[in-house]
């Protein structure tokens, strides 16, 4: 089999990069998923995604967000659905003294940019957000909430109306000589002039040594109903929320509210990883809402979904053509906080295949391991989601 481009991975980025590459070229554009498009084992498929411009200190990522809203809103126009719902972000000061410095970081920023955020005491905050209770709080104008699987499907059926292909089958080798072209286990091979690699927390296994490599984490999920009153836990009225150690989303997409650890669980293996959650982090989520959101902290639990992060170790995508072979494009990396900047990511990726300039400066998600940024302690926190 031939193609133009080859994409391996069918989730959020993969999707997004194959709808930007056919919509301004003629490109035969295939893309290859172990589990097939929009299965349950990706990263990109759950009902909802947090949206948001705080990025604590960093301008890099808040004008990021700031492109990557433009970008959805053209995507609701071109698609005819509603995918993103603003809903504003509460960033709740606590007790942990990384997420309150994030929290007053972003806050700064956000002003500083003139992005809209507000800075709540107690009284205002409780009179505002009654669901809430925390010393302080701090507003993003711009949160809200992405509806992910339907985003998913978007840009798949996007991506097929403009002649993109699809096919189930695992990548195993990448040979990329005279005659490049990638083997899979199911004994196909495809032959290719450029290779987009978007295969999330599977990647090492595709990856050279000397490209930055990622550890994938489990990440628990529960989504809580309250047991009175979820009209004041609907996008409307209630904005996505950042507390000590949790987050949790609005009941948009779902008649509950999502609720889950900011923090890394625990490395795994993505073949092996355990899929259910367990007991204890149902607690701990219910202990978090005890202090910050007391109605909900006796909801009653109607969901459950464990997904994996593939994080890099600076919380840092890697968005790069192989330093070597500029016919590979890679996109991974993305650290649990991808999902906001898929139509831009997306676009930076098929910039990228297609070898034109990249609309942002990608000296930071280079996938050269000696030149990556060092890690700073708790990088991550504020980073996820
Ligand atoms: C629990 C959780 C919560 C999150 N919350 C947020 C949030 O609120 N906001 C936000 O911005 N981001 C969030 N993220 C991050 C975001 O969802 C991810 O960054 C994004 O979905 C990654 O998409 P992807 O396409 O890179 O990877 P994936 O969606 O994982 O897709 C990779 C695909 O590659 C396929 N594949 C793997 N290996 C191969 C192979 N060898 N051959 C062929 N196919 C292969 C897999 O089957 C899979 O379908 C969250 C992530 C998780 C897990």
Redesign the pocket.
């Known amino acids: 089999m031939k193609t133009d481009v080859c994409i391996?991975?069918?989730?959020?980025?993969?999707?997004a990069t194959a709808y930007n590459i056919c919509k301004s070229t003629n490109s035969k554009v295939l893309v290859?998923?172990?589990?097939g498009?929009g299965?349950d084992?990706?990263?990109?498929?759950?009902v909802?995604?947090?949206?948001r411009c705080s990025y604590g200190s960093d301008e890099l990522y808040t004008k990021m967000t700031v492109s990557s809203l433009d970008l959805w809103t053209m995507l609701e126009r071109k698609s005819g659905q509603k995918l993103l719902i603003p809903t504003g972000l509460i960033l709740l000061q606590g007790q942990n003294s990384n997420s309150n410095g994030f929290n007053e970081a972003s806050f700064k920023t956000l002003s500083r940019m003139g992005l809209g955020a507000d800075r709540l005491d107690k009284e205002e905050l409780e009179s505002r957000f009654p669901q809430f209770r925390a010393p302080e709080g701090f507003f993003d104008h711009h949160g809200g909430l992405?509806l992910?699987s339907k985003a998913l499907h978007t840009f798949h059926s996007l991506a097929e109306s403009h002649g993109v292909r699809f096919a189930k089958?695992?990548?195993?080798k990448v040979v990329s000589s005279d005659r490049p072209h990638v083997t899979?286990e199911e004994g196909q091979t495809i032959e290719f002039r450029k290779l987009v690699v978007?295969?999330?927390?599977?990647?090492n296994?595709?990856l050279e040594d000397r490209l930055a490599r990622i550890t994938p984490t489990r990440?628990?999920?529960v989504y809580f109903r309250p047991l009175n009153r979820l009209d004041l836990f609907r996008p409307e009225k209630c904005p996505v929320f950042f507390t000590d150690e949790h987050?949790g989303?609005p009941a948009g997409g779902i008649d509950a509210v999502k609720v889950?650890p900011k923090e890394l669980s625990e490395a795994v293996d993505p073949d092996r990883a355990n899929r259910s959650v367990d007991d204890e982090q149902i607690s701990s989520c219910r202990e978090a809402c005890k202090r910050f959101v007391p109605a909900l902290a006796d909801g009653e639990v109607v969901r459950t979904?464990?997904?994996?992060?593939?994080m890099t170790e600076n919380s840092d995508f890697v968005i790069d053509r192989d330093p070597e072979d500029s016919k590979i494009v890679y996109?991974?990396g993305?650290?649990?906080?991808?999902?906001?900047?898929?139509p831009l990511i997306g676009q930076l990726l098929a910039q990228l295949t297609l070898d034109e300039d990249p609309s942002f400066n990608l000296e930071r998600f280079t996938a050269k391991r000696s030149k990556r940024r060092k890690p700073v302690l708790g990088a991550h926190l504020g980073k996820?989601?």
């Open positions: 391996l991975g069918g989730g959020i980025m993969g999707l290859l998923d172990r589990y498009v299965n084992f990706c990263s990109s498929n759950d909802n995604r947090v949206f992405l992910a089958a695992t990548a195993r899979t978007t295969t999330g927390p599977w990647t296994s595709l990440q628990q999920l987050y989303l889950s979904k464990v997904c994996l992060y593939d996109g991974y993305f650290s649990g906080h991808g999902f906001k900047f898929a996820g989601e």
